[in-house]
């Protein structure tokens, strides 16, 4: 069974770079054919597509974030880490991961609330 846990700051500064971290077990991340995925969803709004990293290593962007978003990995330990900068008040959300080889995703982690607040 593979499990996703998201972890990282619930509560970040105006200006600040947001990180978190998704900790899988139960799979690698370096198995075949899957992305592991940042998803957000805004208070009142939908899901929000980030981007993703793959098996590969390869990293793709939502165009609307690109360049404030970085998605990288660490084999060793398992787990692929988002960084979002300059945050503001609209970067308020329940940021998820999830994972699959394709979508929908087969597995999602339960989320976390990040907070963008002074």
């Known amino acids: 069974q593979v499990q996703?846990?998201?972890?990282g700051p619930g509560l970040?500064?105006?200006?600040?770079?947001?990180?978190?971290?998704?900790t899988v077990s139960g799979a690698s991340i370096t198995t075949n054919y899957y992305s592991w995925n940042w998803i957000r969803q805004p208070p009142g709004k939908g899901l929000?597509?980030?981007g993703d990293i793959y098996y590969?290593?390869?990293t793709y962007y939502s165009p609307s974030l690109k360049s404030r978003t970085s998605i990288s990995?660490?084999?060793?330990?398992?787990?692929?880490?988002?960084?979002?900068?300059s945050?503001?008040?609209?970067d308020t959300a329940v940021y998820y991961c999830a994972t699959g080889p394709g979508s929908p995703y087969d597995y999602w982690g339960?989320?976390?609330?990040?907070?963008v607040s002074s």
């Open 4 to 7: 996703l846990q998201e972890s």
């Open 12 to 22: 970040v500064k105006p200006s600040q770079t947001l990180s978190l971290t998704c």
């Open 48 to 50: 929000e597509w980030m």
């Open 56 to 58: 590969s290593g390869s």
């Open 73 to 85: 990995r660490d084999t060793a330990k398992n787990h692929v880490t988002l960084q979002l900068s």
């Open 87 to 90: 945050v503001t008040p609209e």
């Open 110 to 115: 339960q989320g976390i609330q990040v907070t």
